[in-house]
DNA sequence: CTCCGATGTTGTCGGCGCTCACATTGCGCG
DNA sequence: CGCGCAATGTGAGCGCCGACAACATCGGAG
């Protein structure tokens, strides 16, 4: 047991972690700054000397969220193989990374934060590099594709993949729609629906 | 004025209607019972005797939420023409549906009281008759098709038209990624994507 | 007409985000 | 080396919230 110091030392690192622990366990939604200050054995007060609110307190971790999943990309598609796989592993990487930290996932992609003009800024740069990661995985699986094309496809593959992790997650495939379906099953048209054909003529 | 009477009348259906229109004008996190009381002119308490609590009146608003989407979608279903278009027509319901109420939207799609073990009573009718109607417009649009065929095409679809709004709305795509693409460009190849070609070997 | 269950009220508790005035610390500069 | 100031932490307090309990009022069934 150390002395107690007046000084935390690292409030601000320990707060996102912290929150972080929090979201995992039940969500954005039962973190409380109280809480967090009391689990780190600090006033109530002193969170606001690092965060100007709650809401900066959860974009800082979903940035961090927005970091980890670009290393997920990123080992993905260095993997070996041709292009296509390569973005099935980055896609089958991310429904992996949302289904073990599902209140974290919510934070990043169904709270508004980026509704808000500006953006809070700690969250523009992680955010980019992710979907820019992703952008690159599309490109590698149809070199060949004009730009507009890829956009259009990057929507898709985005839309189909986010919202059926969103619907897993909440539940809302009810037991009688998918009871014949092993989730494993599942995986396979989902992936295939969100990848997509090649564009008109290709190999 | 009407002479102020010791009840209300019909408090329940009213606290509902006045949440809705907190949840389309702010969100479901806007919605606090001590204001609704407040507007419909009754105490804190009132609530409390038509719902145990805030969160049944979140339920009870997400059903009502679900029972008018059905009849869009009965319309959408109505209309004439072959089987994908009426089909495609359901989807451009929902989504003008999701896009003019984008908090009840996030209530019913977001919220997570399906999760719960069981799910609000009053949520299973409404919800489940929206799915049938979904499951019949996909029946309708791939006569020929499997059970299982269907059951794979519905979770993939479903996805899809739920990920595309949640991400729509959520502001997620970043100017940058759609700039050159008019959002109604972006329309088609999400309706193609999400309804999704054929059974192998159909007209 | 009477009584009882449905409905509404007032008072209260604990938790929350946030702010302000004040206390303590340690780092940088003379 | 030491001093002073900015960074950091404290404690008290405000207003809002959900929820409960004890009490008040109403209106229809008998």
Known sequence: MQKPS?????????????ALTAVDAGGAESVSLRDLAEQLGVSRAAPYRHFEDRDALLAAVAAKGFEDLSV??????????????????????????????????ALMFESDFLQRSPPPSILIGPAD??????????????????????????????????????????GRFRPHMIAPLV?????????????????????
Not at 129 to 144: D, K, S
């Open 6 to 18: 007046y000084h935390h030392g690292d409030l601000k690192s320990a707060l996102i972690a912290a």
């Open 129 to 170: 590099r992710a979907y820019r990661l992703l952008w690159e995985g599309l490109e590698g699986a149809f070199p060949r594709a004009s730009v507009s094309w890829i956009r259009a496809r990057a929507v898709t593959m985005m839309s189909t993949i986010v919202g059926y992790q969103l619907l897993d997650n909440v």
């Open 72 to 105: 997920v990309y990123e080992n993905a598609f260095a993997s070996e193989g041709e292009g296509r796989e390569r973005l099935r592993a980055g896609l089958i990487g991310y429904l992996a990374f949302a289904r073990a930290h599902p209140g974290l996932h």
């Open 183 to 203: 989730r494993a099953d599942l995986l396979d048209p989902v992936l295939d629906a969100a990848i997509g054909p090649p564009p008109e003529g290709s190999p």
